[in-house]
């Protein structure tokens, strides 16, 4: 998919999600087990912290999970048998198919660019000029053929930075002083990162299990 055709999603994407911002309370998933997700680099937290914040003064009513810099992320994947958990070697066997992925990979840059939301999350968008990103989501999810969330993957992967999550202020963008449009702002693609949501009682706890560098 090609920038134009990149930018026309997330143009249909807020055209049909904006409306209905505020209505959908977001709730964890019981059967969410693991996840694939490339961090946001320390050189960026300052900025996402800045927008974030700006975010926040706009809404009288703030959302319920408000997400530090340092947690956001583009998620690539979202590994998971419903109502299973994985056999011992479930996550040796992920950790393997990542890194053969990014065997011949190096690193790579996304662009950032305006805000965006769907019904119950904030985020900014991710744009992929050079294919990559797709290439790699494609890659990863040929891979490791299970998932909780089939939906949003292939044609349907939206990457994104979320900002915050849970039941928001509907009246946000109405605001005088809300505006989508953001400067572009380069980010590379550096880590990902493989980890798991819940621990044995079924709590999450966001652990990472592996750390994967492209060179």
Known sequence: MNLESQQK??????????????????????????FIEVP??????????????????????AHKFWI???????????????????QANGVAFMKKQIEEAIQNISVFKVELGNLNCFPD????????PTGMLQALHNDICKRIPFTQKPEYQFDNFIPHLSFAMGEGDKNIFAHKDFSRELPITP?????????????????????????????
Request: with cysteine; net charge neutral; proline share 6%.
């Open 9 to 34: 999603r997330f143009e249909k994407n807020w055209n049909t999600y904006s409306p209905l911002f505020g209505s959908k309370a977001w709730k964890e998933d019981p059967d969410f087990l693991y």
């Open 40 to 61: 946001l680099p320390s050189s960026l937290w300052t900025e996402m912290e800045r927008i974030s914040e700006q975010l926040k003064c706009l809404s009288p009513k």
């Open 68 to 86: 530090s810099p340092q947690k956001m992320h583009i998620t690539l994947a979202l590994p998971g048998r419903k109502g299973e958990h994985f």
């Open 121 to 128: 999350v904030i985020f900014r968008e991710v744009l992929d």
């Open 187 to 215: 980010m590379k693609i550096e880590r990902i990162f493989l980890g798991k949501a819940k621990n044995e009682e079924g709590e999450y706890e966001s652990r990472i299990l592996h750390e994967f560098i492209l060179h």
